[in-house]
């Protein structure tokens, strides 16, 4: 099946820091989410993004389906960006999301 | 227009015991999918529902069972409980429009004792 690797697993920042978040998969996807897991576990949507450049305020996201893979930017940190940010992908018009294991950033004030 | 729900948002079993869990999707959603996320295994899919149907299932044994009825509304059920159920069950609707993105509810957290 399909795999899903994120990077880094870890990731600590002080408040007004940039980061970059990637996300690798190892097939072709009809669907690309970026969702932040809130503290009492709700997966919040990010971004619908099976190719292409997107942006909401202080993120933004891009992917590149030739090449396989994804990149979250978070600008300007804050700590309310704190959780664990998830990959999640679906091939062949499957509503099935494979999730990659996530990436846990911790915002310092 | 209103979010995805589920129903209890926290439940306590014991061994042996069968729950149900409940999922309202959002309005004009058909498609339902359940995920069972544990730290160890992480997020992973059970099934996915539409008009009534199961058209996918996840690696998961046959204790864990679901069903959608005719207002898209869903139930997933396990049978004879092990600890290791131990979970939070995220439910995901989906409007089966021109793309596949999903819509996850706040979640179920189950605990086996």
């Known amino acids: 099946g399909i795999q899903v690797e994120q990077s880094p697993p870890d990731l600590i920042l002080q408040e007004g820091a940039n980061s970059t978040l990637r996300c690798n998969f190892s097939d072709s996807v009809n669907n690309l989410q970026w969702f932040h897991q809130n503290p009492w576990g709700q997966l919040i949507n990010l971004f619908y993004?099976?190719?292409g450049t997107k942006q909401n305020g202080r993120l933004s996201a891009t992917t590149v389906a030739t090449e396989r893979y994804s990149l979250l930017y978070i600008s300007s940190s804050q700590t309310t960006d704190s959780g664990v940010y998830f990959c999640?992908?679906?091939?062949?018009?499957?509503?099935?999301?494979?999730f990659g294991s996530g990436t846990r950033l911790l915002v310092r004030p | 227009k209103a979010g995805v729900t589920q129903t209890p948002r926290y439940l306590i079993k014991t061994r042996g015991q069968q729950v149900t869990l409940s999922c309202s999707p959002i309005s004009g959603h058909r498609s339902v999918s359940w995920y069972q996320q544990t730290p160890g295994q992480g997020l992973q899919f059970l099934f996915e529902y539409f008009s009534e149907t199961q058209r996918n299932k996840g690696n998961f044994p046959g204790r864990f069972s679901g069903r959608q009825f005719s207002n898209s509304r869903s139930e997933m059920n396990v049978s004879t409980l092990e600890l290791g159920d131990s979970a939070l069950y995220l439910c995901?609707?989906?409007?089966?429009?021109?793309?596949?993105?999903?819509?996850f509810g706040p979640g179920t957290r189950l605990t086996v004792t």
């Open positions: 999640a992908v679906a091939m062949d018009s499957s509503y099935k999301l494979i």
């Open positions: 993004i099976p190719s």
């Open positions: 995901a609707s989906s409007a089966l429009s021109a793309t596949y993105e999903q819509y």
